[in-house]
T-cell receptor, first 111, second 113 residues
């Protein structure tokens, strides 16, 4: 069935370190792919998205490229900040707006 | 900036009791979603409304859960009776219409004792 698998956490990094959170998907058809972020005590916020193969989504220094050949949508950031500490969710959307979320990866950035 | 409102933010209830959650979507958003997020997992869709009509409730445990959006604006999700396994975060989201970006509320954290 349709699903998203993302890297298990928690992830702890020092400030200014490079971040990668892996995400792979299984889907029938051609999904849109998303990264959502959830800060403590808050709801999910859309971080970035890509709607077709080879698209790159970017926002706030985060990037992810839709790779159809490897069915992946890995999240990257060159230099993380303490304020990036949150839980990150990879998700895919199929026709009819049905979303499938990954289990989330907790990131803690220490000064 | 417009936001999705949810209340209460936290709810503790005993098993077999009834509990209800309320959601007020962003004004003008026709589509409303209720998700359940179990600790350590991603959100799972329970029910989706388009205006006042249910368009997807395939994952809603209908023996104990009910949802309504009578006037196509705010919505209520009810559980009766609550079970221990219902402990989770219940998230509401809204979008302009189907296929548009979803905006999430802060959620209601339910603990069933």
């Amino acid at each position: 069935g349709d699903s998203v698998t993302q890297m298990e956490g928690p992830v702890t990094l020092s400030e200014e370190a490079f971040l990668t959170i892996n995400c792979t998907y299984t889907a029938t058809g051609y999904p849109s792919l998303f990264w959502y972020v959830q800060y403590p005590g808050e709801g999910l916020q859309l971080l970035l998205k890509a709607t077709k193969a080879d698209d790159k989504g970017s926002n706030k220094g985060f990037e992810a490229t839709y790779r159809k050949e490897t069915t992946s949508f890995h999240l990257e950031k060159g230099s993380v900040q303490v304020s990036d500490s949150a839980v990150y969710f990879c998700a895919l959307r199929l026709y009819g707006n049905q979303f499938y979320f990954g289990t989330g990866t907790s990131l803690t950035v220490i000064p | 900036e417009a936001e999705v409102a949810q209340s209460p933010r936290y709810k503790i209830t005993e098993k077999s009791q009834a509990v209800a959650f309320w959601c007020d979507p962003i004004s003008g958003h026709a589509t409303l979603y209720w998700y359940r997020q179990i600790l350590g997992q991603g959100p799972e869709l329970l029910v989706q409304f388009q205006d006042e009509s249910v368009v997807d409730d395939s994952q809603l445990p209908k023996d104990r859960f009910s949802a309504e959006r009578l006037k196509g604006v705010d919505s209520t999700l009810k559980i009766q009776p609550a079970e221990l396994g219902d402990s989770a975060m219940y998230l509401c989201a809204s979008s302009l219409s189907t296929g548009f970006e979803q905006y999430f509320g802060p959620g209601t954290r339910l603990t069933v004792t």
